[in-house]
């Protein structure tokens, strides 16, 4: 499907400043867009980033009918840009699409398009290390309708942002505390969809969690408020003499590329990995008998964030004496090199534009 190109009269990369990039504040030159209607994507095409107009009966506004997704493009040292595993960002983008009635786009759609948005926004790329440029793919229906039913329109569009790091923290160890009386997600519900539902379930705990000083919410489980599930941005990994655990993907949970990533990662090199569930009460005793070595979250944004201190209903534990863990280390260097192009990827997640 071609794809038609309006290029801006009046590009904005000279007033930005690269080296102090906050996440997801400034947005590049162009953005990319394709409807859905009778059955098909049609019409895609690359245009100057502005504005988009709506009616107020969107059904989008009233009933959540989207999905989004998040990957990024990194300046490798040869001047070129790399993205980071964006075939199976795709993959998931589907999967989200299909639980929220969504008609999926194909890789040559996807992938085409990010290619050329990219290309087309090469400025954007930061030079800096540790910097990246964000992408945001994301589908929302467009029927205009009050009524409880799946739209028979879509609009799928692009976005991009020059980013920095994630957390303030950067690399220092965050603080998590658990979730508390709220639930984030249910199996057979959402849990495990990249949808807006997800999210703005998680908006309240992490202001109340901010307040108290903490970086984010661990979710419990919803039912018996027990079993960890994951951190509101993030995938969540413990390492407990020497073994790698984390949650199992039951439903409730998002598939994380960058989880995936290190459970690859952790089993070439010959770490035992788990995916089993673990409670609360576990990890604080493990912590406390000093089983418990390293407990780290994974994503795209923040790529390994590790945490050095966890509370739980007002105990509280210090991990590996608040400092990153040799492994948490370790899997930031591997993840970061392949995916600036300095270092071999054996795997083939980079994908070289």
Same mark, same amino acid.
Request: with cysteine.
């Given at each position: 499907?071609?794809?038609?190109?309006?290029?801006?009269?009046?590009?904005?990369?000279?007033?930005?400043?690269?080296?102090?990039?906050?996440?997801?504040?400034?947005?590049?030159?162009?953005?990319?867009?394709?409807?859905?209607?009778?059955?098909?994507?049609?019409?895609?095409?690359?245009?100057?980033?502005?504005?988009?107009?709506?009616?107020?009966?969107?059904?989008?506004?009233?009933?959540?009918?989207?999905?989004?997704?998040?990957?990024?493009?990194?300046?490798?040292?040869?001047?070129?840009?790399?993205?980071?595993?964006?075939?199976?960002?795709?993959?998931?983008?589907?999967?989200?699409?299909?639980?929220?009635?969504?008609?999926?786009?194909?890789?040559?759609?996807?992938?085409?398009?990010?290619?050329?948005?990219?290309?087309?926004?090469?400025?954007?790329?930061?030079?800096?290390?540790?910097?990246?440029?964000?992408?945001?793919?994301?589908?929302?229906?467009?029927?205009?309708?009050?009524?409880?039913?799946?739209?028979?329109?879509?609009?799928?569009?692009?976005?991009?942002?020059?980013?920095?790091?994630?957390?303030?923290?950067?690399?220092?160890?965050?603080?998590?505390?658990?979730?508390?009386?709220?639930?984030?997600?249910?199996?057979?519900?959402?849990?495990?969809?990249?949808?807006?539902?997800?999210?703005?379930?998680?908006?309240?705990?992490?202001?109340?969690?901010?307040?108290?000083?903490?970086?984010?919410?661990?979710?419990?489980?919803?039912?018996?408020?027990?079993?960890?599930?994951?951190?509101?941005?993030?995938?969540?990994?413990?390492?407990?003499?020497?073994?790698?655990?984390?949650?199992?993907?039951?439903?409730?949970?998002?598939?994380?590329?960058?989880?995936?990533?290190?459970?690859?990662?952790?089993?070439?090199? *010959? &770490?035992?990995? #788990? =995916?089993?569930? $673990?409670?609360?009460?576990?990890?604080?005793?493990?912590?406390?008998?000093? @089983?418990? /070595?390293?407990?780290?979250?994974?994503?795209?944004?923040?790529?390994?964030?590790?945490?050095?201190?966890?509370?739980?209903?007002?105990? *509280? &534990?210090?991990? #590996? =004496?608040?400092? $990153?863990?040799?492994?948490?280390?370790?899997?930031?260097?591997?993840?970061? @090199?392949? /995916?600036?192009?300095?270092?071999?990827?054996?795997?083939?997640?980079?994908?070289?534009?």
């Amino acid at each position: 499907m071609d794809i038609e190109i309006v290029k801006t009269a009046q590009g904005r990369l000279g007033g930005i400043n690269f080296d102090e990039l906050e996440f997801g504040r400034i947005f590049s030159d162009h953005m990319f867009l394709s409807k859905y209607s009778d059955g098909r994507w049609s019409a895609p095409k690359i245009v100057p980033y502005g504005s988009i107009e709506i009616f107020p009966s969107l059904c989008t506004l009233h009933y959540g009918q989207a999905i989004f997704e998040g990957l990024k493009a990194f300046r490798r040292g040869d001047g070129g840009i790399s993205l980071f595993r964006p075939e199976s960002y795709q993959a998931r983008f589907n999967r989200s699409g299909a639980r929220l009635c969504i008609p999926p786009v194909d890789r040559e759609l996807f992938m085409d398009a990010i290619t050329k948005l990219c290309t087309i926004d090469d400025g954007w790329v930061p030079q800096k290390r540790g910097s990246s440029l964000y992408i945001r793919p994301f589908i929302f229906a467009t029927d205009n309708f009050i009524g409880v039913h799946v739209s028979e329109s879509y609009l799928f569009m692009i976005i991009t942002s020059p980013v920095g790091a994630y957390y303030k923290e950067g690399l220092n160890p965050i603080k998590l505390t658990t979730s508390g009386q709220f639930a984030r997600a249910v199996k057979g519900g959402i849990g495990e969809a990249k949808t807006l539902g997800n999210y703005a379930a998680s908006l309240l705990p992490a202001e109340e969690a901010q307040k108290k000083g903490f970086t984010q919410v661990l979710w419990l489980d919803a039912l018996e408020k027990k079993y960890v599930e994951e951190v509101g941005t993030m995938n969540i990994m413990f390492v407990i003499d020497g073994e790698l655990i984390t949650p199992p993907l039951e439903g409730s949970i998002l598939g994380g590329i960058t989880r995936d990533s290190v459970i690859q990662l952790t089993r070439h090199w *010959g &770490v035992k990995v #788990n =995916e089993r569930q $673990i409670s609360i009460g576990e990890i604080l005793t493990r912590a406390k008998d000093g @089983g418990l /070595q390293e407990v780290f979250g994974t994503g795209t944004a923040a790529v390994i964030s590790p945490v050095g201190w966890l509370s739980h209903e007002g105990e *509280g &534990v210090t991990i #590996n =004496e608040g400092r $990153i863990g040799a492994l948490s280390q370790k899997l930031y260097d591997e993840i970061t @090199g392949i /995916q600036y192009g300095e270092r071999p990827d054996p795997f083939g997640w980079r994908y070289d534009l």
